[in-house]
């Protein structure tokens, strides 16, 4: 699909923010799409699930870093 650059770097601010998230946003479906298998995709989802949940059930880095050097 053809497109202006002139036409839209004449947007406000906020119109090209809005634009640029969507491109972002149809980039990021595309690669999840074709590059991520379902196996890690459940786990990720898994994660952030278990992360919202329990907020405080977390290992600091430094203690990790200690734990696995």
């Known amino acids: 699909m053809p497109?202006?650059?002139?036409?839209?770097?004449?947007?406000s601010a906020d119109e090209k923010r809005k634009i640029a998230f969507e491109l972002l946003d149809s980039i990021d479906e595309e690669f999840i799409?074709?590059?991520?298998p379902d196996w890690k995709i459940k786990?990720?989802?898994?994660?952030?699930?278990?992360?919202?949940?329990?907020?405080n059930n977390v290992i600091s880095w430094s203690e990790l870093k200690k734990k696995y050097a």
């Open 3 to 11: 497109f202006n650059k002139a036409d839209i770097m004449g947007l």
């Open 33 to 36: 799409a074709t590059e991520i």
């Open 43 to 55: 786990l990720i989802q898994e994660r952030l699930r278990l992360d919202k949940e329990q907020p």
